[in-house]
């Protein structure tokens, strides 16, 4: 059974930075490019941010470049993303994805998406 379990939201000032992670169980994590997606309250879902199965290749969504690195660490089937100089707007619930890949493509679109966590919440307050 595949699980995707993210970790490490929570309420953060304004100007502040957060880690959050997604640790991967029951699949083969390194054949699989991974995504962050998250929705703010009374909002679509939207990508944040995307890496490829080997780390190599990232792209972000424009409000989020410049301010959040997302990475992976392969031998511990898990997903990071650094969010720094956080604003109010950047307040909330971020998901993980996984995209089985052979090719070092990155999707942005959630369709392309297979699996997906149950989220984590972050509160920016300002």
């Known amino acids: 059974q595949v699980q995707l379990v993210e970790s490490g939201g929570g309420l953060v000032q304004a100007g502040e930075y957060v880690t959050i992670s997604c640790k991967s169980f029951g699949l083969v994590f390194r054949s699989y490019a991974m995504a962050w997606f998250r929705q703010a309250p009374g909002k679509e879902r939207e990508f944040v941010a995307a890496?490829?199965?080997?780390?190599?290749?990232?792209t972000y969504a424009d409000p989020v470049k410049g301010r959040y690195s997302i990475y992976r660490d392969n031998a511990k089937d898990t997903l990071y993303l650094e969010m720094y100089n956080l604003k109010a707007e950047d307040t909330a619930v971020y998901y993980c994805?996984?995209?089985?890949?052979?090719?070092?493509?990155?999707?942005?679109?959630?369709?392309?998406?297979?699996?997906w966590g149950r989220g984590t919440r972050v509160t920016v307050s300002s």
């Open positions: 890496i490829s199965w080997s780390g190599e290749f990232t």
């Open positions: 994805a996984a995209d089985y890949r052979v090719n070092q493509r990155v999707a942005t679109t959630q369709g392309d998406y297979e699996y």
